[in-house]
């Protein structure tokens, strides 16, 4: 058979660890976004407070552009 690198188990319970695992990958795969979210977020905080780059833009852009 051309094709028996494929295999597609008469057992259906044989998907179950790798349900799981794809769930535990997945969660993972989340958790690290999140991390590095909320990282880059505190990172900007940082930068923002240190260069004072958020008063320049804040006085840069007119009250009218600032909210579109």
Do not use: H
């Not at 690198?5 to 794809?22: G, Q, R, S, V």
């Not at 930068?47 to 320049?56: A, I, Q, R, V, W």
């Amino acid at each position: 058979m051309f094709m028996d690198f494929l295999y597609f188990p008469e057992d259906k319970t044989e998907y179950i660890p790798a349900f799981i695992m794809l769930v535990i990958f997945m969660i993972g795969a989340i958790a690290t976004m999140y991390l590095f979210y909320k990282k880059s977020k505190k990172d900007e905080k940082y930068f923002d407070e240190k260069y004072g780059l958020n008063e320049f833009k804040e006085r840069s852009q007119p009250e009218d552009e600032k909210y579109e």
